[in-house]
């Protein structure tokens, strides 16, 4: 399965809203996580099973989607959210979408 | 608090071989599968290999089958990564990860150790 994820690149400002694509070529039912990592970081798990929050990770993270679509929302971005994102799905084994990198504007 | 503590990463010239270990505390590793994951300086993330709770299940991406193998040491609370015949493109930090799930597994990574890099060059 073949994940891909859109834009490459986003540029938002504190305080607004912004929301990340994850496309897959498959159908992968709900069985879809994102992640988030920061420069010389290991990634964080924020969601799972597509729209379930992980442990500790704030409300202003949503997932939603299912089938070949998904969206991660970040609302009211913080400082601390600029970072690059992956959607990972775990239908048919696991592959990682290319990442998409939230900056600031 | 959970800890995974990669080692054994270096600098290996092409066809030599490696074994990564990752110590784990703070969780009891014999319930949960462990994966390692890699991801190529620059690059995106790459699931590498999962092994079940109590070894009797084990899979390997397709770039590496046949020559990386994935096993643990649960008196030990240890994971390994056998790696031998290393190409360039093995190049890496390798995380080592928990399964969320116990008894089983899913995918969902919530737990990476902060991982160990692997360069493969002559």
């Known amino acids: 399965i073949v994940v891909t994820q859109s834009p490459a690149t986003l540029s938002v400002s504190p305080g607004e809203s912004a929301i990340l694509s994850c496309r897959t070529s498959?159908?992968?039912?709900?069985?879809l996580a994102w992640y988030q990592q920061k420069p010389g970081q290991a990634p964080r798990l924020l969601i799972y099973?597509?729209?379930t929050r992980a442990t500790g990770i704030p409300a202003r993270f949503s997932g939603g989607g299912s089938g070949t679509e998904f969206t991660l929302t970040i609302s009211s971005l913080q400082s601390e959210d600029f970072a690059v994102y992956y959607c990972?799905?775990?239908?048919?084994?696991?592959?990682f979408g290319p990442g998409t990198k939230l900056e600031m504007k | 608090q959970v800890q995974l503590v990669e080692s054994g990463g270096g600098v290996v010239q092409p066809g030599r071989s490696l074994r990564l270990s990752c110590a784990a505390s703070?969780?009891?590793?014999?319930?949960?599968?462990m994966h390692w994951v890699r991801q190529a300086p620059g690059k995106g993330l790459e699931w590498v290999a999962v092994?079940?709770?109590?070894?009797?299940?084990?899979f390997h991406v397709d770039s590496v089958k046949g020559r990386f193998t994935i096993s643990r040491d649960n008196s030990k609370n240890t994971l390994y990564l056998q790696m031998n015949n290393l190409r360039a493109d093995d190049t890496a930090v390798y995380y080592c990860?928990?399964?969320?799930?116990?008894?089983?597994?899913?995918?969902?990574?919530?737990?990476w150790g902060q991982g160990t890099l692997v360069t493969v060059s002559s």
């Open positions: 990972q799905q775990c239908d048919n084994w696991y592959t």
């Open positions: 099973g597509a729209s």
């Open positions: 703070g969780f009891t590793f014999s319930d949960y599968a």
């Open positions: 092994l079940s709770d109590n070894r009797r299940n084990k």
């Open positions: 990860a928990k399964d969320r799930y116990s008894s089983g597994w899913e995918g969902y990574i919530d737990q």
């Open positions: 498959q159908s992968v039912s709900k069985n």
